[in-house]
């Protein structure tokens, strides 16, 4: 069963323009971790949060993470072109390193 | 370094038929895994392994079996293809903790199979 769900499942706005995903979970977590993937190709981990962090940076992304309300967002500021992908998040629930996926948000990024 | 590599990128088999999908990693990382891919579905876990030798069920594991020999390698065996097996498949590597905490994950470039 899925244990992150993302929100919006797709999502469309100009280049310039900030991206922001949600992720929603069931059960407690060691850390979430959140991933993009362009068409065709495996997918590439983009930054890890921890339970105990709240905040974290890289680039143009940032991630928050709210535990109380078991759900993450990810925001793309400046969007570019080549942002477009889809962007999964992933939990781990602490049991063997089992990573569980969402479903995706689609990210179209238009000039 | 390569990362991690799968072959082949695309297949067809017809239903009954029995194929090994390959992967290798050579970042010498322990815990390797393997996922499928689904319209609408994101990625479900078929099954993992924490070290050579050791290997166990994830989400989706019928149909399939796998063995972890080396560190390097970890090949998923379809044993008899069935149409609801078609997907796309992605093998994954990471380091992992004492405690069994994850890590980030590499991902290879995935196999496309049709089985008709």
């Known amino acids: 069963s899925q244990q992150g769900e993302e929100d919006p499942q797709a999502l469309s706005i100009q280049e310039g323009e900030n991206a922001t995903m949600n992720c929603s979970y069931k059960?407690?977590?060691?850390?979430l971790q959140w991933y993009r993937q362009n068409s065709g190709r495996g997918l590439v981990h983009l930054i890890l949060i921890r339970s105990n962090e709240r905040e974290k940076h890289s680039g143009r992304l940032r991630v928050t993470l709210d535990t109380s309300k078991k759900s993450s967002s990810l925001l793309i500021t400046a969007s570019r072109a080549a942002d477009t992908a889809s962007y999964f998040c992933a939990t781990d629930p602490g049991t063997a390193s089992k990573l569980t996926f969402g479903t995706g948000t689609r990210l179209q990024v238009t000039l | 370094n390569a990362g991690v590599t799968q072959t082949p990128k695309f297949q067809v088999l017809k239903t009954g038929q029995s194929m090994t999908l390959q992967c290798a990693q050579d970042m010498n990382h322990e815990y390797m895994s393997w996922y499928r891919q689904d319209p609408g579905m994101g990625l479900r876990l078929i099954h993992y392994s924490v070290g050579a030798g050791i290997t166990d069920q994830g989400e989706v594991p019928n149909g399939y079996n796998v063995s972890r020999s080396t560190t390097e390698d970890f090949p998923l065996r379809l044993l008899s293809a069935a149409p609801s097996q078609t997907s796309v498949y992605f093998c994954?590597?990471?380091?992992?903790?004492?405690?069994?905490?994850?890590?980030?994950?590499?991902f290879g470039p995935g196999t496309r199979l049709t089985v008709t």
């Open positions: 059960t407690s977590i060691n850390n």
């Open positions: 994954a590597s990471s380091r992992t903790a004492g405690t069994g905490e994850s890590y980030e994950q590499y």
